[in-house]
């Protein structure tokens, strides 16, 4: 059932019933397409975002689009070393435009992460030719320092990046020869190269490290340039390119094309390992108007320390026999502790819980908050003695 995808990042196509819509499916890894190496941010390697829209381009081309309406890049696509599972999926048409997303996870034991999202429709759009080159009154820009630049910016470009060669500018536009020496076929236009076009923005820059964000308006006229051409002119929204080859004719256009401000926090994972940790709470409960289900004097204290009005105290250890409380904000429900037979404690104190939540969740009114104590260890060698609160959680 499944297709060639004629590509060389996709592994293989799967057309969709009913929708008329297109499944592409890849494994993306340093091993596959060693030239990704080259390019990192803040010491991790990304997909770049120029990559992601080849993908999007590819697809979209499947179901006879070949324009990228719009195209939103909502998470960075880090890739570790063994590699990261991607689906490519352009959806049924609607007045004209067709969905389509971009999905990655690195083994089946995770859950898919939405990284881009966006439309595509039929059609073409006017595209430029630069014949005359350099333009007539552009001025030569110097273009040795950017990548030393990027570098302390936090970008890290190989060699299979570095494609910018050289640069001019007139008045609010920006002018760049871009080529790679080595450019694999098969690629509508190669990511590396594409992104090349890009850094002659850092030209104009305040230096503050960017990353694409959103495209919109993007159109290809040919494929497999191996040397571009590249015009950059600002436009509201950030800026919009015209591409050539190196006869200048067209290959494509960018109507517009935001950057955003990139936070190596929110690269993703530098370590593959979570860990849950606990933190104190602080002095504020968050919640003004309070009910407590349950005989707990100490946790009424706790929250009128932390500056909570407790409006109501519920007694009475069976939480199904508790009224829900109207004047209430919050309504916390604290576990009591069994005593008995851990088998007969645990079934009855979780069919107790469950019973509660599921009268809570069938009507109005404030949220439930579940308390226990001694059902989960917060720290290194802490005893859990409760364990029919654990089996709660």
């Not at 595209?127 to 030393?148: I, K, M, N, R």
């Not at 003004?288 to 109501?312: I, K, M, N």
């Amino acid at each position: 059932g499944l297709a060639p995808a004629r590509h060389p990042m996709l592994g293989a196509a799967v057309p969709l019933p009913e929708s008329d819509g297109y499944l592409f499916t890849s494994r993306l890894s340093l091993r596959s397409h060693p030239w990704l190496a080259d390019h990192t941010v803040a010491g991790t390697t990304l997909l770049p975002g120029t990559a992601l829209l080849e993908l999007v381009l590819r697809t979209a081309a499947e179901t006879g689009c070949d324009v990228v309406t719009d195209l939103t890049l909502e998470a960075p696509l880090v890739l570790p070393e063994q590699g990261v599972q991607v689906q490519v999926t352009v959806g049924a048409p609607d007045a004209g435009a067709r969905p389509v997303r971009v999905h990655a996870r690195r083994d089946a034991t995770e859950p898919w992460t939405r990284h881009a999202e966006g439309t595509v429709t039929e059609g073409t759009k006017p595209v430029v030719a630069l014949t005359e080159w350099p333009p007539a009154g552009a001025e030569p820009v110097a273009v040795d320092d950017v990548y030393p630049r990027f570098a302390e910016a936090g970008f890290g470009y190989g060699p299979a990046f570095q494609g910018l060669r050289a640069a001019w500018t007139r008045d609010d536009e920006l002018f760049a020869e871009v080529g790679l020496t080595d450019v694999p076929a098969g690629f509508l236009l190669h990511p590396a190269l594409f992104d090349a076009a890009l850094h002659t923005a850092a030209l104009r820059g305040d230096g503050t490290a960017q990353l694409p964000f959103a495209w919109t308006g993007v159109h290809l006229a040919a494929t497999g340039a191996t040397s571009m051409r590249v015009r950059l002119t600002p436009v509201p929204e950030g800026f919009a390119l015209a591409l050539a080859d190196r006869t200048g004719a067209p290959v494509g256009v960018v109507d517009a094309l935001a950057l955003r401000p990139f936070s190596a926090e929110g690269l993703g994972v530098r370590d593959a390992l979570f860990r849950v940790d606990w933190v104190p709470a602080g002095t504020s409960s968050g919640f003004t108007r309070c009910a407590v289900l349950g005989d707990d004097p100490d946790l009424v204290t706790a929250l009128e320390q932390a500056g909570a009005e407790v409006v109501s105290v519920q007694s009475g250890s069976n939480p199904t026999e508790h009224s829900r409380p109207a004047a209430a904000e919050v309504a916390f429900l604290p576990v009591p502790r069994g005593t008995g037979a851990v088998p007969d404690v645990v079934r009855e104190t979780v069919t107790g819980v469950l019973a509660t939540v599921r009268e809570w969740a069938a009507g109005d009114g404030p949220r439930l908050v579940v308390v226990t104590r001694g059902a989960v260890a917060t720290r290194d060698g802490e005893d859990v003695p409760d364990l029919a609160a654990a089996a709660v959680w």
